[in-house]
Nanobody
Framework: QVRLVESGGGLVQSGDSLRLSCAAS????????MGWFRHAPGKDREFVAG????????LYTDSVKGRFTISRDNAKNTVYLQMNSLKPEDTAVYYC?????????????????WGQGTQVTVSS
């Protein structure tokens, strides 16, 4: 079992930055690829970013490329999502997820464990 706890969400203005954190406990964190997803009202859950178990390979959805950065610190069992130049369309509940596999993937069904989510609201 892996327990994931997100933090760092909040209400910001368009153009601002936020850094989300996801702390993991349980089984060996470095055995898991990690992903960030978001879910906005009326929309499907969307893949945002992912990295492999060493953090050397990253994936991003097109809408966040150049603005968001995923990183991880395996010594701290934590994955981060740095979000810059936030836009109102980034408003959603953000979830981190763990996949017991070396590399990240965009499908939510590929992930084994999920956090409870943290709300990000971007006002215009």
């Amino acid at each position: 079992q892996v327990r994931l706890v997100e933090s760092g969400g909040g209400l910001v203005q368009s153009g601002d930055s936020l850094r989300l954190s996801c702390a993991a406990s349980g089984r060996t964190f470095s055995s898991y690829a990690m992903g960030w997803f978001r879910h906005a009202p009326g929309k499907d859950r969307e893949f945002v970013a992912g990295n492999n178990w060493t953090g050397s390979t990253t994936l991003y959805t097109d809408s966040v490329k150049g603005r968001f950065t995923i990183s991880r610190d395996n010594a701290k069992n934590t994955v981060y999502l740095q979000m810059n130049s936030l836009k109102p369309e980034d408003t959603a509940v953000y979830y981190c997820a763990a996949r017991y596999y070396p590399s990240a993937y965009t499908s939510p069904q590929s992930y084994d464990y999920w956090g409870q989510g943290t709300q990000v609201t971007v006002s215009s």
